[in-house]
């Protein structure tokens, strides 16, 4: 991670924003405690609904940084980061869902998804 990097992420964790439930932190440390009460799975054998996290993860890095590139790098050094990063399509749809949040009429940064 860059110098940027950290600087992006640290804010996110100063962040008293919670979304569905689950802190920066949470997401980016994978609290699959915190994950599975907030995210919980559909299909009864994983912790937790990874992808939803991941919206999750999204939506708290779009609040501190509009760069695309810097918001999947940040993403891929998570513990959230799994194979499926590595579909060319899946972290830009999921950059480009959280950023539909934060338009007019979206989930704006100062309210909370709880």
Not at 57 to 68: M, N, R, Y
Not at 71 to 86: D, Q, W
């Amino acid at each position: 991670m860059t110098p940027a990097d950290n600087e992006i992420a640290a804010e996110a964790a100063s962040s008293l924003l919670k979304i569905g439930g689950a802190s920066f932190l949470d997401l980016w440390r994978a609290n699959t405690t915190v994950l599975a009460r907030c995210f919980p799975a559909q299909d009864g054998v994983r912790q937790y609904d990874a992808c939803a996290a991941d919206h999750a993860l999204a939506l708290h890095l779009v609040i501190q940084s509009a760069c695309d590139v810097t918001i999947e790098r940040l993403m891929r050094h998570s513990a959230l980061a799994r194979p499926k990063y590595n579909h060319s399509e899946y972290l830009p749809y999921v950059i480009k869902c959280a950023k539909r949040f934060t338009q007019p009429g979206g989930l704006q940064p100062q309210e909370s998804a709880t």
